[in-house]
């Protein structure tokens, strides 16, 4: 039942909301009493700590996955992105500004545990990169990580980007695209190239809502 209530709760912290959805929230819609949903969480700010850990867990597991896939370190960024979205709604910006807002030290502690993994996964990435030929010799994985993780961070910032104009998933396409012209070999930007086609491809039979668009 925990895992349960943990379920549904993410699921709607993530399309409504971390303040917007209440405990009546999610006991009325899962058909369970209040009082059911506090035997497992002391209030709602554990319920919300512990969705978090769930993301986090989840998107972690997904993208070790994708590492087994032996991919191309360009088509390993091109597919962790899709599951990070797929996994986060998107990156709908307002459940991210509530949980900020409302749950500054769960959300700080949540940033810290991104960053970490992040910052492990690109780093591997842009080493993997480097010994197979797709990224420059002279790059330095740790710094261009870093700023890879600032990029990101920054494009949820709406005094810089209108969400209703340009969404979240529409400005990481072109980061991702942007952060790796600028550290790929030419051998990585022949790759980029057909990765970049077959998305387009795939993009002009969907409707614009399903690419953010």
Known sequence: MK????EKATEMFLNIGFK???????????GISKKTVYQFFRNKSDLVAHSCNTILDTISKDIEEVESWNLNPIEEMFEARKIILRRLKNEKTSPVYQLEKYYPKIYETLRKER?????????????????RGYYRADINPVIISRIYHNGVTGLKEKEFYDQHIYPVPYLMNVFLEYHIRAIATPKGIDTLSEILVKDRNKSSMMPPSAIGL
């Open 20 to 30: 917007s959805v209440t405990m009546d929230d999610i006991s009325n819609e899962m």
């Open 3 to 6: 895992e349960k209530i943990t």
């Open 115 to 131: 960053f970490e993994m992040m910052d492990g996964c690109l780093i591997d990435n842009l080493r993997k990169g480097i010994e």
